[in-house]
């Protein structure tokens, strides 16, 4: 497949010595999501506590797929804010949809989306001691608002899929690749950091969950980032995200829309 020239490699190591591209950008994009995650689930907690809420930040956390669109606008801001510095923009990241794009993603899907089913109750056997993790149903299954439940089910996931693509593949991957012309170094900074981001959704005091939720999707991170580093094409990647964002938006808000 071919590369897009203004996300290249050799572009992105010219860049570094001109000083356009620095270490502060990818650093800080590729632990925004986390780090933004958190802090947004902080405000509403405060909110909710103010209110007397006797659970404000479980409640909280229960928002986030509201909030996180939030998180979404502050990354493709500070995106832009270094990708201004360089000289380019969005679609030099993305590129373009292709017809054959569809096929491969739904390919794809079906890919990761096994990958993933397998990996979370392996991952609760190792940290939880069974297959199921030991987490309140309430953290994971949201009683939002219908008005809440509607724009998770039709906004959400297609605003938040391809700007953590673009966060972590497009963007962080690449860059963080020719600052330390190590590929599979810069493959393994931006998996974890995904994988973490998934602990912050929501984000759950204690030690298991987090450990769970990392264990869980390192693999399908990886996958996704050497598939990346391989075919060099976005939208197929954000087609197969897009199928199981459709699976996650369905099941948060399941309460809120039949009524259980």
Known sequence: MVWNLANSITELRSRKLSGQLTWTGPLLVVSARTVLLIIFQA???????????????TAAGRWWTVYGTLVD???ITLMWRFMRREGIGFRDLIGRLRPRDILSGLCWFAV?????????????????GNWF?????GV??????????????????????????????AYAL??????????????????????LQHCAV???????????????????????????QRTRRLPPLIIAQWGGDIFVAIMSVAPAVFGH
């Not at 509403?44 to 930040?57: E, G, I, K």
């Not at 690449?174 to 600052?179: D, F, I």
């Not at 929501?202 to 399908?220: H, N």
């Open 174 to 195: 690449p860059r963080l690749e020719a600052l330390t012309k190590r590929p599979f170094v810069a493959m393994l900074i931006v998996a974890f950091w995904w994988a």
């Open 43 to 57: 405000l509403f907690a405060a909110v909710l506590a103010l209110r007397h809420h006797q659970y404000a930040w």
């Open 133 to 137: 993790p030991d987490v309140d149903h």
């Open 202 to 228: 929501p984000f759950v005091f204690g030690w298991r969950y987090p450990i769970w939720r990392v264990l869980a999707t390192f693999p399908a991170c990886l996958l996704f980032l050497l598939v990346y």
């Open 112 to 128: 990761f989306f096994p990958l993933l089913g397998a990996c979370l109750p392996l991952a609760s056997r190792l940290v939880y």
């Open 140 to 169: 994971v299954v949201a009683r939002l608002p219908l008005w809440a439940a509607i724009y998770t089910l039709s906004l959400w996931w297609i605003i938040w899929t391809p700007a953590e693509q673009t966060t972590y593949q």
């Open 73 to 75: 606008l502050g990354c």
